[in-house]
């Protein structure tokens, strides 16, 4: 599960790194920088916030299509609280720590949800 969990990491990190074709959007908001990355085909890649020239705050990825795929949250470049990662019948929330990996869920199509009032 956590290599499950190392991999989807990477591959929202290896994302930023593989930007080429389209130049990434930067703009100032508030003491934040706004960061938009582009797939080749000119769809948003990902989005989200530096503070400090660290990642800040909430950061989410996309497909080539345009579905997210990755949601997670930085606090001065440590990843925080609940991160969710998206495949075609699967989600992972993972949960971290200290900027470590605590845990993980996996839910599927075929686990049932029950919400009560």
């Known amino acids: ?8 990491a990477m591959l929202f990190s ?3 790194l ?3 074709e389209i130049k990434p959007k930067y703009e100032i908001e508030g003491n934040m920088v706004k960061a ?32 997210k795929i990755a949601m997670g949250t930085y606090n001065q470049g440590e990843k925080t609280g609940k991160w969710f990662f998206w495949s075609e ?14 845990s993980v869920t996996k839910w599927n199509n075929s686990n049932s949800i029950v919400i009560s009032n």
């Open 18 to 20: 593989a930007q080429e």
């Open 1 to 8: 599960m956590r290599n499950i969990m190392l991999t989807f």
């Open 36 to 67: 938009t990355y582009y797939h080749d085909n000119g769809k948003v890649a990902q989005t989200g916030y530096y503070l400090d020239g660290k990642l800040h705050g909430e950061w989410k990825a996309y497909n080539q299509e345009g579905k």
């Open 89 to 102: 019948n699967t989600l992972h929330e993972a949960n971290y720590e200290d900027s470590r990996l605590a």
């Open 14 to 16: 290896m994302t930023l």
